[in-house]
């Protein structure tokens, strides 16, 4: 009997830091399964492009600025900040070993084998809440795609980067003016208080129209400076 297109392939399945991540195909889609929940695909992407662009465009033609990435994911966000000139040091930080393998030897290569080659382009293998909190470097924008957003996280500890104090650490690694980008499933009234209670300015939201149910947004806010 020949297999439906509708069953999912698991193309690889890892038990890695943080629990089990599991890469399938549906067709012609990429799926990212982290412990049993569903987190991303290949379907679309133009909320993790919007995330990049929201960020440079906040920035107000700051020369050749950097960027960081929270979350390397399907690679949407990378390969869109790559296709951009204006953009500096790109940085993307992924705590999943498998995920990173999947982009540079597996599958997901497809995608991004030319944002992995940018010259600009930087991988760093470590958890993201650790990076902002010990890191000595800076950044004019920070772009964060983790989990599902402020109100509902997978992995636990996750929740703690949209607090008040993850979004202070947040803020430390930003220079003077720099943006917050934080990609969101649903619109989170409650995180963009969070963001203003934090001392961020200029926040809003912005939507990605979709034919139905919730959107997928980004928060933006503007470290003081």
Known sequence: MPISYDIPEVLDR????HGEVVLRRHGELLQI???GCFLMDTSDGRSERLL???ALDALDGRPGPSVLIGGLGVGFSLTHATADSRWGRIAVVEREPAIIDWHRHGPLSALSAAALADPRTEILETDLVTYVNETWDTYDALCLDIDNGPDWTVTEGNDGLYSAAGLASCARVLRPGGVLAVWSAQPSPE????LRNAG?????????????????VVHVGVRPG
């Open 52 to 54: 990049v662009d929201v």
């Open 191 to 194: 995180f963009e208080g969070t």
């Open 33 to 35: 399964i982290a412990n």
């Open 14 to 17: 890892r038990e890695g830091p």
């Open 200 to 216: 961020f300015q200029q926040v809003r939201t912005e939507e990605v129209p979709v034919a139905r149910g919730v959107p997928d």
